[in-house]
């Protein structure tokens, strides 16, 4: 059984944050040189790359990373580090992370790893896998979700031009600072007693509907409606719940943010039209947030249930961060209800921000969000795990498609998009970093066909948090936004480093090669305007 070993025996140590990979695995994948690895490793196209079978043990299928030239010498020098390093310490690379979930129980298709693809726990974060419904020996993991779950980006419109922000922008940022709670251990404003938690974990956007917070159109902008149906409010447990009650309708910390953006170009007038967007210099608001410290629990109190059930039904894993359970199995099942409810959540407290927002520029502009047309053009996970429909060797089957780091982009005329949508495909949101550009893309065929209907989600980080840290200085990060014309509002002046543009993969060359790929396609390019972080 070499390189695999079931939960109960020593693996890895997966200290030290999300991220952490401590690579002890006594096998001879893990003395190979980076010469050796790379004959496991061939080029397809211009922009995508093949893992064959043999990169690490037991893996079911093979698999495939989109990178361009410039994003590959990431992944290769990565790899290059982690063989130098004899396989001790440090992070497992992102191409064997994609690897050894290729080897998971009823994995089909590929692998898949984004452009943005860097290492995470378990899976690397960018990465997506789709397992067959149909298969009693199909897993699902939490490590193929993320820790935040539903952690996603909500964009609003507004008839506004740059000009009609720009004499107001401070007053603006410091009004959506003082709206929006932000930072780590942020209190929410919206009302909640532990009686609407449960109904809000049940019931997503409906809560917010009900309780006047969100607009009916709001839904019809929102992936899933605003609400998973297979959601379980009683298989969430009490430590999540605390955890969340105090938290909804925050911003929390780490990468999200609340902006006030411009839209800088146009790619497809038509589809931006569809969006109510219909120049350049149009002012939009982008929210990017998750399910906070309930999302976070539910992943922890699942990892633990996973590990028991691994040793019970003999489930072998690569690596002991792809903790996994069968989906029929009672942890399995389980798992997704309170997945489903985190979900929930989450679309709740984006909608809790947005009710915030509106408020902030009702008061600012003094008139109505309505007269301002806020309305939401789009709002998409890019940490989730669901039951879709997909062709498989010629045969429709039913997946469950985990989405980590990774952003669902269905194509024109698929019958899970809003109608608005039905001719341009999906709007796809990609959030960059703090002054960096978002882009808005749309689903394709093609990227239905390749990556079940699967595409990027923002830049992908270059550096770890502790070398953004130990590499730059905040006031010249701060300096450098205030050159480019950003107001900033940021709770933390350590999270300015993390966040800092240097931190990241290049998100115009990510999008790009989604673009050039197929998989996805440009749309609008935002820049910022004014930034609000935790």
Same mark, same amino acid.
């Given at each position: 059984?070499?390189?695999s070993?079931?939960m ?6 997966a $200290?030290?944050?999300c ?10 994948t ?5 010469e ?6 061939e ?8 893992i064959?079978?043999g990169? +690490?043990?037991n893996?079911?299928?093979? $698999?495939?990373?989109? &990178? ?17 390093s004899?396989?001790? #310490? ?8 994609i690897?050894?979930? %290729? %080897?998971?129980?009823? @994995? ?11 290492? !995470?726990?378990?899976?690397a974060?960018g990465?997506m ?7 009693p020996?199909?897993?699902v ?7 935040? @779950?539903?952690c996603g980006?909500?964009?609003l419109r ?7 922000v720009?004499p ?10 003082d709206h929006?709670p ?9 009302p ?5 938690l449960?109904?809000?974990l ?40 605390k ?10 910390? !780490?990468?999200?943010? *609340?902006?006030?953006?411009v ?5 497809d ?15 939009v ?8 410290g ?6 922890t109190?699942?990892l ?9 039904d003999g489930?072998? +894993?690569?690596?002991?961060?792809l903790?996994? %359970?069968?989906?029929?199995?009672? /942890?399995?099942?389980?798992y ?31 008139t109505?969000?309505d /007269? ?11 940490n ?5 429909k ?13 989405r ?12 899970l998009?809003p109608?608005d ?8 949101l990609?959030?960059?970093?703090? #002054? ?16 079940? #209907?699967?595409? *990027?989600?923002?830049?992908?980080r270059?550096?770890?948090r ?9 006031q010249?990060?701060l ?6 014309g950003?107001?900033i ?25 989604c673009? &050039?790929?197929g998989?996805?396609?440009? &749309?609008?390019?935002?820049r910022?305007?004014?930034v609000?972080? #935790?």
């Amino acid at each position: 059984r070499s390189g695999s070993w079931s939960m109960g025996e020593p693996g890895p140590a997966a $200290g030290g944050g999300c991220c952490a990979e401590t690579s002890n695995v006594k096998s001879d994948t893990s003395q190979r040189t980076y010469e050796e690895e790379m004959e496991y490793i061939e080029r397809l196209t211009p922009t995508s790359w093949r893992i064959k079978i043999g990169c +690490v043990p037991n893996m079911r299928v093979e $698999g495939k990373f989109y &990178v361009n030239p410039t994003l590959e010498k990431l992944m290769f020098e990565e790899l290059q580090q982690h063989t130098g390093s004899r396989g001790v #310490g440090g992070f497992l690379p992102a191409i064997k992370q994609i690897a050894n979930v %290729a %080897a998971l129980p009823g @994995i089909v298709g590929q692998s898949i790893g984004l452009p943005d693809v860097h290492s !995470g726990y378990g899976f690397a974060i960018g990465n997506m896998a789709a397992f067959d419904m149909a298969d009693p020996d199909a897993v699902v993991s939490p490590g193929g979700v993320g820790f935040d @779950i539903n952690c996603g980006v909500r964009l609003l419109r507004t008839n506004l031009d740059e000009a009609d922000v720009d004499p107001i922008k401070e007053q603006l940022a410091q009004s959506l600072f003082d709206h929006i709670p932000v930072g780590v251990g942020s209190k929410g404003v919206i009302p909640m007693r532990a009686k609407d938690l449960e109904e809000a974990l049940e019931m997503g956007m409906d809560w917010s509907l009900r309780e006047g917070y969100a607009w009916a159109e709001d839904k019809e902008h929102c992936e899933e409606y605003g609400r998973m149906l297979n959601a379980d409010s009683s298989k969430v447990s009490a430590r999540a719940k605390k955890r969340g009650l105090p938290q909804l309708g925050t911003l929390g910390a !780490g990468n999200h943010y *609340c902006e006030i953006q411009v839209v800088d170009e146009i790619f497809d007038e038509a589809a931006a039209s569809k969006m109510g967007i219909s120049r350049v210099g149009q002012v939009v608001v982008m929210i990017h947030s998750g399910s906070r410290g309930l999302g976070h629990q539910v992943a922890t109190d699942a990892l633990v249930a996973m590990e028991k059930a691994m040793k019970r039904d003999g489930i072998q +894993v690569n690596d002991r961060q792809l903790a996994c %359970a069968k989906i029929a199995s009672k /942890e399995g099942q389980n798992y997704l209800a309170a997945m489903a409810a985190a979900a929930n959540y989450a679309w709740v407290n984006r909608s809790s921000m947005t009710f915030l927002v509106r408020q902030a520029f009702a008061k600012a502009f003094q008139t109505t969000p309505d /007269e301002l047309d806020m309305h939401v053009i789009y709002d998409v996970s890019h940490n989730i795990a669901k039951i879709e429909k997909h062709m498989v060797n010629g045969e429709m089957k039913d997946l469950l498609v985990h989405r980590k780091g990774a952003t669902r982009a269905f194509p024109p005329h698929h019958p899970l998009i809003p109608v608005d949508y039905q001719l341009t495909g999906q709007p796809v949101l990609i959030g960059g970093t703090m #002054g960096t550009c978002s882009y808005v893309l749309t689903g394709t065929e093609k990227g239905m066909r390749e990556t079940f #209907g699967s595409t *990027c989600h923002g830049a992908g980080r270059a550096w770890s948090r502790a070398k953004s840290r130990r590499t730059l200085d905040y006031q010249e990060v701060l300096g450098k936004l205030k050159e480019q014309g950003i107001s900033i509002r940021v709770a933390s002046p350590k999270l300015v480093m993390e966040e800092a543009p240097e931190s990241y993969k290049d998100v115009i060359q990510v999008v790009e090669t989604c673009h &050039v790929a197929g998989i996805s396609k440009k &749309v609008l390019k935002l820049r910022p305007i004014a930034v609000i972080k #935790g």
